[in-house]
T-cell receptor, first 108, second 116 residues
């Protein structure tokens, strides 16, 4: 059974990096890994996605393990506006398997 | 341009009634998705449409749930004989093509369904 697992919550201090892990041990070779975040009382918004190589964009970086069974979303310098629930998603076939989400708390 | 829109924004219904939720995707987006988010919970993927076809309906919670999409645009999610456990926010999203190949999804504001 396909599972995508994430820790329930993480805390960080403002201006410090945050590393959010995700386990997707049953991933197949063509399955993409996506990350979305949901700010309080808002709909989800795209953060980043990747397949095999590490990816960087203006919001974050995505480090994908060599065996692709896990990945890590990296917020380089957390701000108070980054406080949200971050979802790791495995896109496989015609289905999306969501992790339970990691609630990120940023302390000033 | 216009984003994803959903209607109604709020729906209160009585147990046993049928409800219909509507989603208008971004123009030109061929892929459309439905999700459910129960209070304080994470996102649950329900179904995905590519054009008017839903390749996999196994994510729908029960046979009381159905969805259709017509004209490659508007989609409706229908819940028959609603139960209290159906109370949740139902989110719709769309993307240019199937997100599995790397396309970004854009989410609507959701419909909050309350079953009394």
């Amino acid at each position: 059974d396909a599972k995508t697992t994430q820790p329930n919550s993480m805390e960080s201090n403002e201006e410090e990096p945050v590393h959010l892990p995700c386990n997707h041990s049953t991933i197949s070779g063509t399955d993409y890994i996506h990350w979305y975040r949901q700010l309080p009382s808002q709909g989800p918004e795209y953060v980043i996605h990747g397949l095999t190589s590490n990816v960087n964009n203006r919001m974050a970086s995505l480090a994908i393990a060599e065996d692709r069974k896990s990945s890590t979303l990296i917020l380089h310098r957390a701000t108070l506006r980054d406080a949200a629930v971050y979802y790791c998603i495995r896109a496989a076939g015609n289905k999306l398997t969501f992790g339970g989400g990691t609630r990120v708390l940023v302390k000033p | 341009g216009a984003g994803v829109s959903q209607s109604p924004s709020n729906k209160v219904t009585e147990k046993g009634k049928d409800v219909e939720l509507r989603c208008d995707p971004i123009s030109g987006h061929t892929a459309l998705y439905w999700y459910r988010q129960s209070l304080g919970q994470g996102l649950e993927f329900l179904i995905y449409f590519q054009g008017n076809s839903a390749p996999d309906k196994s994510g729908l919670p029960s046979d009381r749930f159905s969805a259709e999409r017509t004209g490659g645009s508007v989609s409706t999610l229908t819940i028959q004989r609603t139960q209290q456990e159906d109370s949740a926010v139902y989110l719709c999203a769309s993307s240019l093509e199937w997100t599995g190949s790397g396309n970004e999804q854009f989410f609507g504001p959701g419909t909050r369904l309350t079953v009394l």
